[in-house]
């Protein structure tokens, strides 16, 4: 039987597996609307979004100063938690996914989001059985992903060029390299394209495209 390209594949969740970057820009311009901001476009978020979120807080004009990131954070993530079902899984997700594991390439997911709900999520649209682990973080601020993939990556034991991170930001090919995996991105999410060509790793339009680049048999 032949080999697949990689053993593992570790799955970011927003933006990636999830669509809702379109969500995200709904409820910032929300958010940005009640403090008389101007609001964004999707092309703007996609430039602006990126690790740690307070940056990305202070791009848009927020002064911490004046109200303090916990503040205008939890409002965000109040509004995202009440509509967090209206954001549909990415074209494809569970044919990838399953064709994925009929290929004998095991899988995770590791995200910033915070553990309880991303739990919820994932039970929510029926994916729990394709994850060895669902790993996100213990609130909601959402610093990174690097330790947390760094305990999971000693746990799988797989040699160099054997685990494969897929993602749809700049944050997840910084973390795909400090963890040691290979990088893959996706263009469907929270960054542009041309901001992720710049980090010199496999870039698609589409989860679909994974199954031909990460099942490939050699």
Not at 71 to 90: K, M, N, S, W
């Amino acid at each position: 039987m032949e080999a697949t390209r990689y053993k593992h594949i570790i799955w970011d969740w927003n933006g990636t597996l999830l669509d809702d970057a379109w969500l995200c820009v709904d409820i910032m311009n929300v958010v940005l609307s009640r403090r008389k901001m101007p609001v964004i476009s999707l092309r703007q978020y996609q430039e602006l979004f990126d690790f740690p979120v307070v940056d990305y807080y202070v791009r848009l004009g927020f002064d911490f100063e004046k109200e303090s990131f916990e503040i205008v954070g939890t409002e965000f993530i109040d509004y995202y938690e009440e509509r967090r079902h209206e954001a549909p899984l990415q074209k494809e997700v569970k044919a990838v996914l399953r064709t994925v594991r009929e290929a004998g390439i095991t899988q995770s997911l590791l995200s910033a989001y915070k553990q309880s709900t991303l739990n919820e999520l994932v039970a929510y649209h029926r994916l729990n059985d394709y994850f060895l682990m669902v790993m996100g973080l213990d609130n909601h601020y959402a610093h990174s992903k690097v330790e947390i993939g760094k305990a999971w990556m000693n746990e799988l034991h797989y040699g160099p060029h054997e685990v494969l991170f897929i993602g749809d930001t700049v944050h997840d090919h910084e973390v795909a390299e400090a963890i040691g995996a290979d990088c893959l991105l996706v263009t469907s999410g929270h960054h542009r394209r041309e901001k992720l060509e710049e980090c010199g790793v496999p870039v698609l339009s589409s989860i679909c495209d994974v199954v031909d680049f990460a099942v490939m048999k050699y």
